[in-house]
């Protein structure tokens, strides 16, 4: 008996050995929006990295548009941009799941220290919806399909590739923030009725085509790149508490 015991023992002990540190004490990675007051308020996180893991040839053409965006909307004293050429262990279609997977294996923790360090992942490749541009999986990562925003460039290249990239790279920033009504709900009336998550004006970069192929059927003229006046004061809500934030995993 006490052989057996002895035995389950060092069972454990090495079993715990190989799930020690990191995987203990995982983080949790959330819903996206999860760590918009983490962004939006400063009480905390005092800067942020904003961090473009891209596959050879798929290199991000927004990363400084979406500091810029940050910038108007979050309270940091400094916001970095890091890129890095990564090999995706990876074949087939993407799922949110394969998204993740990648983002976690690679990446490291979304909160360290005073640092906020959002993902954004440019794979080679297409979403299992091959309609999808880009997607926000978890609280603090995105995937951009870059083949995919190549294939929705405009009859005549408008709107260019390029000009796809920029819209969607800054639709999925907005949905890390928590737009449209994912963590709050907005006293404004401006959530698509039939898209939840997403914004029923087609000036604002939230409205709900812009994350599909077929945007440039959708919307003439210039894709818009911004956020409007209900998304920044829904922002500006969150960040000074008039308007209540949920599903928080920092707060
Ligand atoms: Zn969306």
């Known amino acids: 008996m006490k052989a057996i015991f002895l035995a389950i023992t060092l069972v454990l002990a090495?079993?715990?050995?190989?799930?020690?540190?990191?995987?203990?004490?995982?983080?949790?990675?959330?819903?996206?929006?999860?760590?918009?007051?983490?962004?939006?308020?400063d009480s905390q996180f005092t800067s942020m990295e904003l961090i473009f893991?891209?596959?050879?040839?798929?290199?991000?053409?927004?990363?400084d548009l979406l500091k810029q965006r940050l910038d108007q909307e979050c309270d940091k004293s400094t916001i970095r941009i890091r890129k890095e050429i990564v090999d995706?262990?990876?074949?087939?279609?993407?799922?949110?799941?394969?998204?993740?997977?990648?983002?976690?294996?690679?990446?490291?923790?979304?909160?360290?220290?005073?640092?906020?360090?959002?993902?954004?992942?440019f794979p080679s490749g297409t979403y299992e919806k091959d309609s999808v541009l880009g997607v926000a999986v978890d609280a603090s990562?995105?995937?951009?399909?870059?083949?995919?925003?190549?294939?929705?460039?405009?009859?005549l290249g408008r709107p260019s590739a390029e000009e796809v990239e920029r819209s969607v790279s800054v639709h999925e920033l907005g949905h890390l923030l928590g737009l449209v009504n994912l963590v709050y709900t907005s006293p404004r009336d401006h959530e698509d009725s039939e898209?939840?998550?997403?914004?029923?004006?087609?000036?604002?970069?939230?409205?709900?085509?812009?994350?599909?192929?077929?945007?440039?059927?959708?919307?003439?003229?210039?894709?818009?790149d911004e956020f409007d006046e209900d998304d920044k004061a829904d922002l500006n809500g969150l960040a000074d508490g008039s308007i209540s934030a949920k599903d928080q995993i920092w707060s």
């Open 141 to 155: 990562t995105v995937a951009i399909f870059k083949d995919s925003v190549a294939d929705a460039e405009g009859f």
């Open 53 to 63: 893991l891209y596959e050879e040839g798929y290199e991000p053409e927004a990363s």
């Open 14 to 41: 090495s079993l715990s050995g190989c799930f020690g540190g990191g995987d203990l004490i995982q983080e949790k990675k959330g819903n996206p929006g999860g760590l918009a007051l983490a962004c939006l308020q």
């Open 195 to 224: 898209n939840k998550g997403h914004s029923n004006n087609d000036g604002s970069v939230m409205y709900w085509a812009i994350e599909s192929s077929d945007v440039g059927n959708f919307i003439s003229g210039d894709l818009p």
């Open 88 to 121: 995706f262990d990876h074949s087939g279609s993407w799922s949110s799941d394969d998204v993740r997977d990648q983002r976690w294996d690679l990446g490291s923790d979304a909160m360290q220290g005073n640092t906020l360090r959002w993902y954004f992942l």
